[in-house]
């Protein structure tokens, strides 16, 4: 088993990344941000000469300040620089329950001091209850911040060694025991959730997190079910673990005697929904996410529940109707660290990790040149609420067409056009609150992308699909995206247009209106139309092009990361086939973690197992490899790489519940003997394959089905 390189940061000024963190405490809202290690060098030849490295890391043991010392004292023996000693080590992890940062001061050789810091500043005693409050947070922070193999939480923070915090029965049974004496409430919770309450909060979250990566079903079902006996709101929780273990019929019946209990209970209601969703019983499921609306209707997981519902039993003005009503909430981002610009970064590289397919990616690094319009796609940065809403939309979109669409749109809410004109007709005497419950205005996404001409001879010539409205000759033309591809919808209604009830309607016109019974479209829904407009246009002239180059049998070129955003955004629209052939051209360029992850995906559609395993070892390998990627690292101007060989302690690598997940589940498929069959089978260099067995043991630690075969 093997850990991850030691990667160095090297500050301008001693200690100004302590500072900094210590600065910012007031400012953490959550979980806080990864443990912060801060080690003073001094040169062996010069003892006058100091400098301050510092890194982050999650996934350490923080139960005690000895634990902590423990991981410094490690550093001493993996050092690269064999020119500077460590002398000291500070290491700082954050506890988001007493809003305290927890701190133990390492003196090589001599002492250990432990204390905490306190928002304002002031040290204060470490106490056993306040590390065991740290622990916990340092548990939830590792699956918090892990990867999903995809490598974009890994861009984000330079210099993070991530580790898996249970790797054991024993760790879990602490990692539980900690849970059960704790309330998650003050945690906060995922950007969804308007207000973190017992069973909605990032204790929950993470608890849920680890039972679904790890499959110990029995484990949470032990931990939920004394947990209710105090809280009967916890059932919400035993019910989803008992569902995810294959349990349905004692899920049921908990439900069932819960619902009793709690009636209006928007956990419970929920999951009774998704239940009968999944069963196909869209009838019943319609009446749970009724109850859970009305039940809490200031929750934006109960609105899009019942529009989940709506669009599978294909009520598609509904639908709209309901992702119109949605409660949406501004995306708070997890902590992240914010630190000085470094003097020089060093981020090593293990001789374990490599193999030729990644270093020739990473040896090419230059910034790869990317169509403007394919920079702007609004859509690829939507998060939380709103990237939510906007996969719904998609998901309609999918299933009916674009011109359908519009025509539901049309149907449900009032359009600027209709509007004007009814207003024109009836003489300026309308009034809003008789015509429309409420409405906001709608901002133009891309006023010069279109023009009127090619709308209007759209609409001349009747409405047609996305994938089929442009012709070769047109897609000839408008190779560089520029070119009108779909239909662009209307705006609706404006709130400035729309005044609200201040004018006295003309008796004389009793029948004045044509859509009495319409709505106003929230802003941000008529953004959302907007937006994916734009995501239909240009993967419809995308397809085009390729077509029309594959006709006149020319070669269709495009930079790998072109390839990797027109993948991404055929998978937002739910063009499956076509994300995986654009993440294959990117593949066929250059090593991508982002498309391997996709390619993962669609191996995993299809149960191609020996596929599934050749994109996970490549995964696992390049997350060991790298703590961001050096292409990204222009955000910092002194960036250095190297390869590093020595002697490692044991467990952990750069930790991906998402690909243990993968792992799990291919061994509870396959069996573990025919994954370590095929894996062993691979071509790749020993060390790397080395990577894949880790977690596969980690399965067979933790008894996973299928790991005894």
């Known amino acids: 088993m093997v850990v991850p390189a030691v990667p160095e940061l090297i500050e301008e000024r001693t200690l100004e990344s302590i500072d900094v ?336 397919e990644v270093d020739i990616s990473e040896a090419t690094g230059d910034m790869e040149l990317v169509h403007p319009t394919l920079r702007k796609l609004h859509a690829a940065g939507y998060k939380g609420t709103f990237l939510k809403a906007y996969a719904l939309l998609t998901e309609i979109t999918a299933k009916i067409g674009w011109d359908q669409l519009l025509k539901y749109r049309s149907n449900v809410f009032v359009m600027e056009e209709e509007y004007r004109s009814e207003k024109a007709t009836t003489g300026g005497n309308l009034n809003a609150s008789t015509t429309a419950l409420r409405g906001t205005p709608n901002p133009s996404i891309n006023e010069n992308c279109e023009n009127e001409e090619n709308e209007n001879e759209t609409e001349a010539n009747g409405n047609v699909s996305p994938e089929q409205s442009i012709t070769t000759d047109t897609a000839a033309n408008n ?50 139309f907007m937006v994916l407009y734009e995501d239909l246009r240009v993967y419809t002239i995308w397809r085009t092009e390729m077509a029309h180059f594959r006709q006149q049998s020319l070669q269709y070129k495009k930079s790998a990361e072109e390839w990797e955003i027109l993948g991404e955004l055929a998978d937002r629209l739910h063009h499956e086939d076509e994300a995986a052939e654009a993440y294959e051209a990117c593949l066929t360029m250059r090593f991508s973690p982002k498309a391997l992850k996709g390619i993962l995906s669609m191996h995993e559609r299809e149960g191609n197992a020996r596929a599934m395993l050749a994109s996970i070892i490549r995964l696992i390998s390049w997350q060991y490899r790298w703590y961001s990627e050096v292409r990204n690292a222009h955000v910092y101007p002194n960036v250095s790489t190297s390869i590093t060989s020595t002697k490692l302690p044991p467990h952990g690598i750069q930790f991906s519940p998402a690909l243990l997940f993968s792992i799990r589940k291919l061994i509870e498929e396959e069996g573990a003997v025919k994954v370590r069959s095929i894996t062993q089978a691979t071509s790749l260099p020993q060390p790397v394959l080395d990577l894949t067995h880790h977690y596969a043991t980690l399965c067979a630690t933790f008894r996973s089905s299928g790991s005894d075969n």
Request: hydrophobic share 35%; proline share 5%.
């Open 21 to 356: 963190r210590t600065e910012s405490l007031p400012t953490l809202r959550e979980l806080g941000p990864p443990d912060l290690v801060h080690l003073i060098k001094q040169q062996v030849k010069n003892a006058n000469k100091e400098v301050g490295v510092y890194h982050h890391v999650t996934g350490i043991d923080a139960s005690s300040s000895a634990s902590l010392a423990a991981y410094i004292n490690t550093l001493t023996y993996i050092s690269h620089d064999r020119s500077h000693k460590i002398t000291s080590g500070l290491y700082c992890c954050y506890n988001a329950f007493s809003r305290l940062d927890m701190r133990v001061q390492v003196t090589i050789p001599g002492s250990v001091d432990s204390y905490c810091i306190d928002e304002r500043g002031d040290k204060r005693a470490a106490t056993e209850d306040l590390w065991l409050e740290t622990y916990l947070c340092g548990v939830l922070r590792a699956y918090s911040y892990a990867d999903d193999g995809s490598g974009d939480t890994i861009k984000r923070i330079v210099g993070v060694r991530r580790f898996n915090p249970i790797t054991s029965t024993e760790t879990e049974h602490k990692f539980l025991e900690a849970a059960e004496s704790q309330t998650g409430w003050q945690l906060g919770s995922e950007p969804e959730i308007q207000v973190p309450n017992l069973v909605s909060n990032h204790l929950t979250t993470g608890l849920l997190n680890y039972i679904h990566t790890t499959g110990r079903y029995a484990s949470g079902i032990n931990l939920f079910e004394k947990l209710r006996t105090r809280d009967p709101e916890i059932s919400s929780l035993l019910a989803r673990v008992l569902i995810s273990a294959d349990e349905e019929v004692s899920a049921v019946s908990l439900l069932h005697e819960s619902i009793q209990q709690l009636p209006m209970d928007y956990s419970l209601l929920d999951v009774q929904a998704q239940f009968c969703k999944s069963k196909g019983r869209g009838d019943m499921a319609l009446e749970c996410a009724k109850r859970g609306v009305i039940a809490a209707p200031s929750e934006f997981g109960t609105w899009a529940r019942l529009a989940e519902i709506y669009v599978s039993l294909e009520e598609w003005e509904l639908a709209l109707l309901t992702l119109n009503s949605c409660p949406m909430f501004t995306y708070q981002d997890k902590d992240a660290p914010r630190m000085p610009e470094p003097a020089r970064v060093f981020l090593p590289v293990l001789p374990d990790s490599r193999f030729d």
């Open 479 to 528: 190779s560089n995206l520029n070119g009108d591809s779909i239909e662009k919808p209307e705006h609706t209604v404006a709130s400035e247009v729309v005044k609200s009830g201040a004018e006295d309607l003309d008796p004389s016109h009793n029948h004045y209106s044509q859509f009495q019974n319409k709505r106003l479209c929230e802003r941000w829904l008529d953004n959302l």
